[in-house]
């Protein structure tokens, strides 16, 4: 009897949600809810990947009113379904994911959708034919990014009177199928075709250092007159650049004289931006990392009952110590070059 009597007051307290004996009672301040975000990030591959991470823990904070619970998914979509699955179950107030390749998001995001949790997707885009599976995406245009890159590389090339045809490039390729693949990929493989530069190889280097390394030995065992490396991402170059000085070879924009010039993305780790100040790497196309605060400024606009941008592109420059080239131009616009010292 004693234990039912206990029973039936413990049930009675979780209905009503009553405090314990001895407990506060209300106090506004405690009484103010912490926003929980659950954030899927898709692993810690590159310095990027790292910033990334660094600028979302530090945007939301408790003392910004948020709990956030990241799940790291380590290059696995499996792992992020998972993640969103779980956050689904905690119930939190919003879910925000970096996919780590564009497809195959439908199933998971409906069932996001159908537990009424606004879905925020970074950096990477998620191809679903329905766009109201997500309520917005934040990153960059990873195709202009590309184009701006290549333009670079003729503007480049054309002042140094290097005859296109004798332009021989590999591309050392990022996550396959990941949406920042897919825009630097066309931008390289169309620019190609568009100015007759050979484009000996497409590989993938996974956004790391040592694939860079790895992919780059091969290359240069196969390909013998490689003289530009499209790298993209920063940590592919830094691996490309120890194997190119481990066979011998000097990077740099010299490639009349034998020099391979190695262009990159992102602009983040010290070292690469190192190496562009000394033409190791003779470009680099910007890609900005610090989304946290862009994502905290869209979860306070949808606390306000406000309507985000469907898609909002941030701002990026390329990067360069050499100053052949001032500016680019794609699609009639001008990009200036921000040159290095
Ligand atoms: O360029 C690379 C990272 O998706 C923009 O992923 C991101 C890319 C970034 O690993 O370094």
Request: with cysteine; aromatic share 8%; net charge negative.
């Amino acid at each position: 009897m004693k234990r039912f009597l206990l029973m039936l007051i413990c049930m009675a307290c979780l209905l009503t949600g009553c405090r314990g004996i001895g407990e506060k009672t209300s106090d506004p301040e405690e009484e103010k809810q912490l926003i929980t975000v659950g954030f899927s990030q898709l692993g810690a591959e590159s310095d990027w990947r790292k910033a990334n991470t660094e600028s979302m823990l530090q945007a939301f904070t408790e003392e910004n009113g948020y709990e956030l619970i990241m799940e790291d998914g380590q290059q696995k979509q499996v792992n992020q379904i998972t993640a969103i699955r779980t956050f689904i179950q905690r119930e939190v107030d919003y879910i925000v994911l970096a996919p780590v390749t564009e497809e195959g998001w439908e199933t998971v995001l409906e069932e996001a959708k159908d537990a009424g949790i606004p879905v925020i997707i970074v950096d990477r885009q998620v191809k679903v034919k329905d766009k109201d599976l997500f309520t917005c995406w934040v990153g960059s245009d990873f195709a202009l990014e590309g184009r701006k890159a290549t333009e670079w590389l003729h503007a480049f090339t054309r002042a140094q009177g290097i005859d296109p045809a004798e332009i021989n490039v590999v591309d050392i390729q990022g996550t396959l199928g990941s949406s920042a693949q897919i825009g630097r990929s066309a931008g390289i493989l169309d620019a190609s075709k568009k100015y007759g530069w050979k484009l000996l190889a497409q590989v993938s280097g996974e956004y790391t250092q040592a694939r860079g390394r790895e992919v780059m030995n091969y290359f240069l065992k196969v390909y013998d007159q490689i003289n530009v490396v499209y790298c993209e991402n920063d940590n592919e170059a830094l691996g490309v650049i120890e194997a190119v000085e481990a066979a011998g070879r000097k990077v740099g924009s010299d490639i009349r004289n034998g020099e391979i010039l190695v262009m990159s993305f992102d602009g983040v780790n010290e070292t690469a931006l190192q190496f562009a100040r000394e033409d190791k790497i003779s470009c680099i196309g910007e890609c900005n990392p610090l989304h946290g605060p862009r994502v905290r400024k869209i979860i306070e606009s949808l606390e306000k009952g406000e309507t985000p941008e469907k898609y909002e592109y941030v701002d990026e420059s390329i990067f360069s110590s050499l100053d052949q080239v001032q500016a680019v131009e794609v699609d009639g616009e001008s990009y200036p070059v921000t040159l290095l010292k």
